[in-house]
């Protein structure tokens, strides 16, 4: 089996020589050691480093005290134990949501024209979508009247100075409706709300100038915004240092709240511009029933089968106005955006693509649900589970493409975000596994350096990994679904104190293990947008498949002996279940650091830090060359994997 292959394997220790960080200082250039900003209550911890013997990444989870982190590796023989944190006594496993009329919420209190949940989005390079909102939206029973957004004009006034907005740009205007089936009484039945929105304005801005400060207003022409501002992000190069925020599954609740305020210190901290890259599952609009009333967290019954409470985006977007109408934001779609609607075509993910534009016409994508941007020394790509992601279906196809031509000389870094995990050790176990058996091969192939997920609400990084194999020259997998959302925590038993993972080695105490049952089908298909009216829940597609014997042995009822691990795995380098969110800074075109802040309640704190080096000389598919070449590497037997449809690859150099 893959997982016992052997390869020579370093672990390599921090010395306690460091070198104190100025908060606030940014990055100091590629030459030389980064500069970040030391969040208080940096936690002090054992210091490990993992690296492959002249190998492409090298993994370091360094603590130390605040304002001062930076090492010197020295080296040893054996790759890191795998970590599990449990949830801490006192910590909140999840929290109830806030209330939708909260007056702190920017504009909460606006009437009339005047502009609300302001917020951006990158459109290529140089480009940036601006949306805001105008108008109230309407919730009834029966017929509404819907506002009419060809009589408000969109408009953005801006310039690089706020006293002088010389530049003027004009967009369009859209509104939506949520209409729902009055016959589902799990859903709120007869009491259920009708929907539709305010009128949600886009303009976009081009040939703006790479990493400079712009301030704007936005408006109808007569009533206007107050004066906000962004800096531009990064033009492509392998030499721009880069701050990228990352979150998942947010949600709007009490701790949802918390995580705002950190990710806001995150964002400051930096002198780089900063990017958001948002890994899907927005505001849980669905985990409240139709007639607006939700019991308690997660009442609501998500999916294509639930209600959807829409005045829940209209708060959602006032609430992190604060950080997206000053940081862009790149985001894909998860189940919680599905929202189905009771109207002639079926309609789902109407909501997030009116309120949210992304970069697919700039990247070449047919779809609104796949689409890549670069940023500064990287290339980032969003994919979806929920559009056909099979070998020469048109997101496959395009991702083939998107991957070749990237030029690694310019973008060397190259990152990919799912919603859903391709792996973890949460009850969710090979969920997707047929997404990531289609598209792993020409990840891996393409040299991808860090993949993104959300769904799973915990944290949990892997080493560098292939196909459930640890891989000096594989991806390091990220999972960051601890938004803050209300649904709570994974990682936890039904009591929400006692662990439960897939490892069936939890199994024990009188609760059940997390390993979850496969069904009998053999393929697992992708959810094709819209909806197959055919099939009442598109979660009958999703069908877990025996493709992979692990070392374990499964106890649960149904579960065939080797689905799931007896023990944590060992490419499972560190799990904990608490909120947070996470910051990738890019120093150069070899390192970066990667930290996850945890929550802790109203404190920042840095639970996990992990440097990760691309060494494209010992791993060419890094540089978009192939096959990997393996001298100096401990020889196997192991071909080089294909991807499927092989002959449709471009295999030039591109970097």
């Known amino acids: 089996m893959r997982h016992t292959k052997q390869r020579v394997w370093q672990h390599t220790h921090l010395t306690a020589s460091r070198r104190s960080l100025q908060p606030g200082t940014g990055f100091q250039g590629e030459k030389s050691t980064a500069k970040f900003a030391s969040p208080p209550n940096f936690r002090p911890c054992a210091q490990m480093m993992t690296r492959h013997t002249g190998a492409m990444f090298m993994l370091s989870m360094a603590f130390a005290a605040s304002a001062v982190y930076a090492a010197t590796p020295l080296s040893s023989t054996q790759i890191t134990t795998p970590v599990s944190v449990p949830l801490q006594a006192g910590m909140r496993s999840n929290s109830t949501f806030l209330n939708l009329n909260d007056p702190t919420f920017p504009g909460a209190n606006a009437t009339g024209n005047q502009p609300t949940q302001v917020h951006l989005s990158p459109a290529g390079t140089n480009s940036l979508n601006i949306m805001w909102a105008t108008g109230q939206y309407q919730s009834g029973q029966g017929a509404l009247t819907a506002l009419n957004p060809n009589t408000t004009a969109?408009?953005?006034?801006?310039?690089?100075?706020?006293?002088?907005?010389?530049?003027?740009?004009?967009?369009?205007?859209?509104?939506?409706?949520?209409?729902?089936?009055?016959?589902?009484?799990?859903?709120?039945?007869?009491?259920?709300?009708?929907?539709?929105?305010?009128?949600?304005?886009?303009?976009?801005?081009?040939?703006?100038?790479?990493?400079?400060?712009?301030?704007?207003?936005?408006?109808?022409?007569?009533?206007?915004?107050?004066?906000?501002?962004?800096?531009?992000?990064?033009?492509?190069?392998?030499?721009?240092?880069?701050?990228?925020?990352?979150?998942?599954?947010?949600?709007?609740?009490?701790?949802?709240?918390?995580?705002?305020?950190?990710?806001?210190?995150?964002?400051?901290?930096?002198?780089?511009?900063?990017?958001?890259?948002?890994?899907?599952d927005f505001c849980y609009a669905d985990t409240w029933y139709t007639n607006g009333s939700v019991l308690v967290p997660n009442a609501g019954l998500e999916g294509a089968i639930s209600g959807t409470y829409q005045p829940v985006w209209d708060a959602w977007q006032r609430f992190i106005q604060p950080l997206v109408s000053s940081v862009p934001m790149l985001a894909c779609t998860g189940n919680h955006e599905i929202e189905a609607q009771s109207d002639a075509s079926d309609s789902m993910f109407k909501s997030v693509q009116a309120r949210w534009k992304m970069p697919s016409n700039a990247s070449?994508?047919?779809?609104?649900?796949?689409?890549?941007?670069?940023?500064?020394?990287?290339?980032?790509?969003?994919?979806?589970?929920?559009?056909?992601?099979?070998?020469?279906?048109?997101?496959?196809?395009?991702?083939?493409?998107?991957?070749?031509?990237?030029?690694?000389?310019?973008?060397?870094?190259?990152?990919?975000?799912?919603?859903?995990?391709?792996?973890?050790?949460?009850?969710?176990?090979?969920?997707?596994?047929?997404?990531?058996?289609?598209?792993?091969?020409?990840?891996?192939?393409?040299?991808?350096?860090?993949?993104?997920?959300?769904?799973?609400?915990?944290?949990e990084r892997t080493h560098p990994m292939y196909d459930y194999t640890i891989d000096p020259c594989g991806a390091v997998h990220?999972?960051?679904?601890?938004?803050?959302?209300?649904?709570?925590?994974n990682f936890l038993a039904n009591n929400k104190m006692s662990p439960q993972y897939e490892d069936t080695s939890y199994a024990q105490n009188g609760i059940a293990g997390g390993c979850p049952t496969p069904a009998n089908s053999s393929v697992r298909p992708a959810y094709i947008v819209s909806n197959n009216p055919t099939i009442s829940d598109p979660w009958t597609f999703y069908k877990r498949t025996l493709t992979f014997q692990g070392d374990g042995n499964s106890t649960g009822t149904g579960n065939p002996a080797g689905y799931c691990y007896k023990e944590q795995p060992a490419w499972s380098a560190y799990r904990e279940p608490s909120f947070g969110h996470g910051t990738l800074d890019v120093i150069n075109a070899t390192t970066a650091l990667w930290q996850w802040h945890r929550n802790q309640d109203n404190n920042l704190v840095t639970a996990d830090a992990v440097y990760i080096v691309r060494n494209t000389a010992l791993c060419p598919n890094k540089a978009n060359n192939w096959p990997i070449v393996t001298t100096g590497l401990v020889p196997t037997t192991e071909a080089a994997p294909a991807p499927a449809g092989d002959a449709v690859i471009n295999t030039a150099t591109s970097g």
């Open 154 to 280: 969109s408009t953005v006034m801006y310039g690089t100075s706020a006293s002088s907005l010389t530049s003027m740009a004009s967009g369009s205007s859209e509104i939506y409706n949520q209409i729902y089936n009055l016959t589902v009484p799990g859903n709120g039945g007869a009491t259920s709300l009708n929907y539709t929105s305010p009128v949600l304005h886009t303009v976009v801005l081009t040939n703006l100038a790479p990493n400079t400060k712009y301030f704007y207003q936005v408006g109808d022409g007569t009533t206007f915004s107050s004066t906000f501002n962004f800096t531009s992000l990064a033009a492509p190069s392998a030499t721009t240092p880069q701050r990228f925020l990352l979150i998942a599954d947010w949600g709007l609740s009490q701790n949802s709240s918390v995580t705002l305020q950190h990710i806001l210190q995150s964002a400051a901290n930096t002198t780089t511009a900063p990017a958001v890259l948002y890994i899907a």
């Open 364 to 459: 070449n994508s047919p779809s609104y649900f796949f689409h890549s941007q670069a940023v500064g020394p990287a290339h980032v790509i969003n994919l979806s589970p929920y559009v056909d992601y099979t070998p020469g279906s048109a997101q496959w196809q395009w991702l083939a493409e998107d991957l070749s031509g990237i030029n690694r000389s310019v973008t060397p870094w190259v990152i990919v975000n799912i919603h859903n995990p391709w792996y973890t050790t949460d009850t969710s176990y090979k969920e997707f596994e047929q997404m990531r058996v289609s598209m792993e091969p020409l990840t891996y192939r393409h040299g991808v350096d860090l993949f993104y997920y959300g769904h799973v609400h915990a944290y």
């Open 478 to 489: 990220i999972t960051i679904g601890d938004g803050g959302n209300s649904e709570g925590l």
